[in-house]
């Protein structure tokens, strides 16, 4: 019986839903997706800086997941696997992006207005938010992959150096090692974008 | 800088990411109270971290439905796994097949009871929802259109791959096989409810346009033909105005 249209039982979990996946039932994709859009969404924005490239990392690590679910092993928590597709998603679309951020634009107030949790920013806080991440933007970019995905995942998902081993497949010792030059890395580079 | 000290750096800047603890954290901290290069090291750190902390991505909404990043989900499971001109063949088959039924039926029922009056009111209704039915479809095969276009859009937007380095072509031969495809769909849009997609015409057209240079390129094209387009989707505005546009046929 599916358990997700059964009022009287609990919901199914994300495993059961990988599950269904796995056996060809999309139905399955909707409360996977309400489950952990928004956070892959915030993940793969940290890392591509642009909302229509980090929509369409989501999507396509939705599309990974459904055709891959038969490979999940249940080793892992399901969102971490979600987290790593997309992770490896926008890699892939940053790599693809080469000429796209040489003319880089930064991610403009009126693209974010509607995003953000807490309504309309103040002017001063707009001017501010674009500058911030403007320069944020620039320093990541700066970064080498693994070192930008480390720190994405630290510091935008709050992850323990154990998790984000886990989540990229990564020994702990280079998760360490990796924070500690995303660190110092965007301190130089900020540094050089001071005005 | 010795070796050891490039460990306490290491450790100093995992103490400012807020990720060691125990003893690790202990020594730490007890290092630092020794070492003022140590001590600036974790302030600029932590003046780092609290500017990330400001980052508005923290907060970011995806800005669309769930129910619409799972449209287009299907819709890119779709394109994988099945050939879209049927899918399109059949859903105006089916338009057609009600538009026939609507108008056969009630005259086999009058012809087998021919003393008994018309059944108006079937038919009055079996218009309304077939106009119903129609609109929901046009608006699907719309949605579907600017869904499949994004996507097209945002691959040009992304590098494609050189073709030829030397000569500064790129490869976007997909791109545009994928364009004319979607043109050659798109006329039969036409044809369905215009009233129930005027809202989007504007963008339709705008698209249509788009896609018509990208169909227009050559599979090895000029790297400077696909800036172009890539400026002209960037000037439009276009894919903003069709996740908007999308929202708004969503309903």
């Known amino acids: 019986m599916d358990s997700w249209s059964n009022p009287g039982s609990v919901e199914p979990s994300d495993g059961e839903l990988l599950q269904r996946l796995a056996g060809g039932?999309?139905?399955?994709?909707?409360?996977?997706?309400?489950?952990?859009?928004?956070?892959?969404?915030?993940?793969?924005?940290?890392?591509?800086r642009n909302p229509d490239d980090a929509l369409d990392v989501v999507q396509e690590t939705f599309v990974r997941a459904f055709q891959h679910?038969?490979?999940?092993?249940?080793?892992?928590?399901?969102?971490?696997?979600?987290?790593?597709?997309?992770?490896?998603?926008?890699?892939?679309r940053y790599r693809r992006d080469k000429r796209r951020r040489a003319t880089y634009e930064p991610?403009?107030?009126?693209?974010?207005?509607?995003?953000?949790?807490?309504?309309?920013?103040?002017?001063?806080?707009?001017?501010?938010?674009?500058?911030?991440?403007?320069?944020?933007?620039?320093?990541?970019?700066?970064?080498?992959?693994?070192?930008?995905?480390?720190?994405?995942?630290?510091?935008?998902?709050?992850?323990?150096?154990?998790?984000?081993?886990?989540?990229?497949?990564?020994?702990?010792?280079?998760?360490?090692?990796?924070?500690?030059?995303?660190?110092?890395?965007l301190r130089q580079r900020l540094a050089e974008l001071q005005p | 800088?010795?070796?050891?000290?490039?460990?306490?750096?290491?450790?100093?800047?995992?103490?400012?990411?807020?990720?060691?603890?125990?003893?690790?954290?202990?020594?730490?901290?007890?290092?630092?109270?020794?070492?003022?290069?140590?001590?600036?090291?974790?302030?600029?750190?932590l003046a780092l971290l609290e500017r990330f902390a400001?980052?508005?991505?923290?907060?970011?909404?995806?800005?669309?439905?769930?129910?619409?990043?799972?449209?287009?989900?299907?819709a890119r499971l779709d394109a994988v796994t099945a050939s879209r001109p049927w899918r399109w063949g059949w859903t105006l088959a089916s338009v057609a097949l009600a538009a026939s039924l609507a108008v056969?039926?009630?005259?086999?029922?009058?012809?087998?009871?021919?003393?008994?009056?018309?059944?108006?009111?079937?038919?009055?209704?079996?218009?309304?929802?077939?106009?119903?039915?129609?609109?929901?479809?046009?608006?699907?095969?719309?949605?579907?259109?600017?869904?499949?276009?994004?996507?097209v859009l945002v691959s040009m937007a992304a590098n494609p791959r050189d073709c030829d380095r030397d000569k500064a072509r790129v490869d976007v031969g997909d791109e545009a096989r994928r364009s004319q495809e979607l043109l050659n769909r798109r006329t039969l849009l036409v044809e369905m409810d215009q009233e129930g997609l005027a809202s989007a015409r504007p963008v339709l057209e705008d698209v249509d346009h788009v896609l018509q240079e990208v169909a227009s390129l050559r599979s090895c094209a000029r790297a400077g033909d696909v800036e172009r387009v890539r400026r002209a989707v960037e000037e439009r505005r276009l894919l903003m105005k069709i996740r908007l546009m999308s929202r708004e046929l969503q309903g």
Request: proline share 4%.
């Open chain 2, 54 to 74: 400001q980052d508005p991505v923290h907060a970011a909404e995806p800005g669309v439905p769930t129910a619409f990043l799972v449209s287009r989900v299907q």
């Open chain 1, 107 to 185: 991610l403009e107030e009126g693209d974010h207005d509607e995003r953000t949790a807490d309504g309309a920013p103040s002017p001063e806080r707009t001017t501010a938010g674009s500058e911030t991440m403007r320069r944020i933007s620039a320093a990541l970019a700066a970064l080498p992959e693994k070192q930008r995905a480390i720190f994405v995942l630290r510091h935008y998902q709050e992850m323990s150096l154990e998790e984000i081993a886990d989540t990229l497949g990564l020994h702990l010792g280079t998760v360490k090692s990796g924070l500690h030059r995303a660190i110092h890395g």
């Open chain 1, 25 to 48: 039932e999309r139905d399955a994709l909707a409360p996977l997706m309400e489950r952990h859009q928004r956070r892959l969404y915030r993940v793969a924005l940290a890392y591509v």
């Open chain 2, 104 to 151: 056969i039926v009630p005259a086999i029922v009058s012809r087998v009871a021919p003393g008994a009056k018309a059944p108006e009111r079937a038919v009055a209704m079996g218009d309304d929802a077939l106009r119903r039915l129609e609109r929901n479809m046009a608006r699907e095969q719309a949605l579907r259109y600017l869904s499949e276009a994004q996507d």
């Open chain 1, 69 to 92: 679910a038969a490979r999940w092993d249940g080793s892992s928590e399901v969102g971490r696997w979600l987290t790593r597709i997309a992770v490896n998603q926008s890699i892939d």
């Open chain 2, 1 to 45: 800088m010795t070796l050891l000290h490039e460990r306490w750096r290491t450790r100093v800047s995992l103490l400012a990411a807020g990720v060691l603890d125990g003893r690790e954290r202990e020594a730490t901290l007890a290092h630092m109270a020794t070492c003022d290069a140590c001590r600036r090291d974790h302030a600029a750190s």
